[in-house]
Nanobody, 122 residues
Framework: QVQLVESGGGLVQAGGSLRLSCAAS????????MGWYRQAPGKEREFVAA????????YYGDSVKGRFTISRDNAKNMVYLQMNTLKPEDTAAYYC???????????????WGQGTQVTVSS
């Protein structure tokens, strides 16, 4: 049973930074593509970032390019999302996702975390 647990969310002022972490257990993490998604109240889930199993390929959603950085540490079974220059519109629940599919941009991840709330005040 694969488990993904996010942490690091919180309240931050606009222009500030947060680092989200996702701890994986129960699977072969080093083989997994990993992604971050977010969902604000009343809105559809939005793609934020994705990283291939070895970190060699990375994609970002247009709204976070240049501000967010995804990374992973396969030795620790961790994936991170460094969020800089945060804006009020970044306020959402952030979810970590992963599986062993090859196509990095597919949205049908097999495993999802429970989410961590990020609130950016203006």
């Amino acid at each position: 049973q694969v488990q993904l647990v996010e942490s690091g969310g919180g309240l931050v002022q606009a222009g500030g930074s947060l680092r989200l972490s996702c701890a994986a257990s129960g699977g072969t993490f080093s083989r997994y593509r990993m992604g971050w998604y977010r969902q604000a109240p009343g809105k559809e889930r939005e793609f934020v970032a994705a990283i291939s199993w070895n970190g060699g390929t990375i994609y970002y959603g247009d709204s976070v390019k240049g501000r967010f950085t995804i990374s992973r540490d396969n030795a620790k079974n961790m994936v991170y999302l460094q969020m800089n220059t945060l804006k009020p519109e970044d306020t959402a629940a952030y979810y970590c996702a992963g599986d062993d599919k090859i196509a990095l941009m597919r949205r049908d991840y097999d495993y999802w975390g429970q989410g961590t709330q990020v609130t950016v005040s203006s």
